[in-house]
């Protein structure tokens, strides 16, 4: 059985619940490895993340919890830093790469904000060309390579409102030859991928991040994986994990 999640949010981010909430629930599920984590700090979207100077009181509150609930659980402050926050990410645990947002002539784009907002940004951005922005987004990715993650977060999620809206074409070569490259780039520094079922909770997204069949490119070639919910409530704590063990 899968015990271990390490993408939560609590309310200190864009969650809802307080950390020791989380923390009691997840011990109700069976969970033995909880990692807590916060959005880092970009200055342009203040809304989901946490400002850099309540990084450390953070960190503070998961080491209290740590050490109250230490007899039942092992318990982890992490980030999920994104490619445009700095790379301030003393006294966290561990680091979860992730590219939200696409620069475009001094602008920033949110990936995953939702489906008008992807639509606005590739006709004011990419000149309505859906392609160009999953092609960029990708090379982002690629270069969270640089940055200092352990572990790269939803691989995919430019594709989080393709099942419904079928915005690009995720069979078409050009596709999978922007993923495939930057797969490969990140495959060379050894980085953990997620395998994340978010998007199955909060928009009834079919499959996790990435697709299965990226899973499997990246499986073939000795990529390391890890399960997470990346929940922002206490109900999605390892949301579906029991479909994804292997
Ligand atoms: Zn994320
Ligand atoms: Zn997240």
Known sequence: MINTDLHIHSCFCDGVDLPETIVLEAIKKGIKHLGIVVHSFVPFDKDFCLEENRYQEFIAEISKLKSKYKDKITLYAG?????YSTPNVSGFDYVIGAVHYIEKNGEYYSVDLSPEELKRAVEVGFFGNYMEFAKEYYLLVSKLCERPCD???HFDLITKYNDK???FDT???EYKNAWQQSANELLKHNKYFEINTGAMF???KKEPYPSTEIINYLKERGAKFILSSDAHS??????????YEK
């Open 202 to 204: 909060r928009v009834g």
């Open 171 to 173: 069979e078409s070569n």
């Open 79 to 83: 980030i999920e830093l994104d490619y």
């Open 234 to 243: 206490k109900s999605a704590i390892a949301y579906n994990f029991e479909d």
């Open 151 to 153: 572990i790269i977060a």
């Open 165 to 167: 809206y079928k915005l």
